[in-house]
Antibody, heavy 122, light 112 residues
Framework: EVQLLESGGGLVQPGGSLRLSCGTF????????MHWVRQAPGKGLEWVSG????????YYADSVKGRFTISRDNSKNTLFLQMSSLSAEDTALYYC???????????????WGQGTQVTVSS | QSVLTQPPSVSGAPGQRVTISCTGS?????????VQWYRRIPGTAPKLLIY???NRPSGVPDRFSGSRSGTSASLAITGLQAEDEADYFC????????????FGGGTTLTVL
């Protein structure tokens, strides 16, 4: 069974940093592109970042470009999101999600974790 | 303001058919880039219902169908059930600026 388990969320002050992790189980992690998607309180889904299966290609939403860095460790089946210069607008539930088809980076997100909450507040 | 526009809410009685629209532009759906549809029940993770405009992942019942035409896409749900009450989101790629995936603002489906 495919499982995604996010961790690393918490309360952080404006301007601070946080590193999210997503441990994965039940599939060949190195074959699939992965993504981060967030949902702010009372708002819809917002795609944040994506990374190819090899890690060579990364994508970012304009709202986080230059502040967030996505990466992966295929030897440990783990996805990361390094977040810096955080502001209140980054407060959200952060999900990691897996692309449907191996080797493709189409953001057809067929499996999602339960999310980790990030709250930016002083 | 989402790049992809969805109606805030739709409703239908059990057994009926409802459709949810997703209106974009020539920089996304009309480019044309593929559209995905997700369902999110509050308190749970989103679920992929439709990918690449019309395709259902394994396990998604054929009551759910998707279509794309011009700069818009639609999700149709037939034989409405109480368990279908949820939020529905469309998603596509947008080539403006450096390009990114974008979601619609979401539609809340109420089963009457």
């Amino acid at each position: 069974e495919v499982q995604l388990l996010e961790s690393g969320g918490g309360l952080v002050q404006p301007g601070g940093s946080l590193r999210l992790s997503c441990g994965t189980f039940g599939f060949t992690f190195s074959s699939y592109a992965m993504h981060w998607v967030r949902q702010a309180p009372g708002k819809g889904l917002e795609w944040v970042s994506g990374i190819s299966n090899s890690g060579a290609i990364t994508y970012y939403a304009d709202s986080v470009k230059g502040r967030f860095t996505i990466s992966r460790d295929n030897s440990k089946n783990t996805l990361f999101l390094q977040m810096s210069s955080l502001s209140a607008e980054d407060t959200a539930l952060y999900y990691c999600a897996k692309d449907l088809r191996p080797g493709r980076n189409y953001a057809e997100l067929d499996c999602w974790g339960q999310g980790t909450q990030v709250t930016v507040s002083s | 303001q989402s790049v992809l526009t969805q109606p805030p809410s739709v409703s239908g009685a059990p057994g009926q058919r409802v459709t949810i629209s997703c209106t974009g532009s020539n920089s996304n759906i009309g480019a044309p880039y593929d559209v995905q549809w997700y369902r999110r029940i509050p308190g749970t993770a989103p679920k992929l219902l439709i990918y690449a405009n019309t395709n259902r992942p394994s396990g998604v019942p054929d009551r759910f169908s998707g279509s794309r035409s011009g700069t818009s896409a639609s999700l149709a749900i037939t034989g409405l059930q109480a368990e279908d009450e949820a939020d529905y989101f469309c998603q596509s790629w947008d080539k403006k600026l450096s390009g990114s995936w974008v979601f619609g603002g979401g539609t809340t489906l109420t089963v009457l």
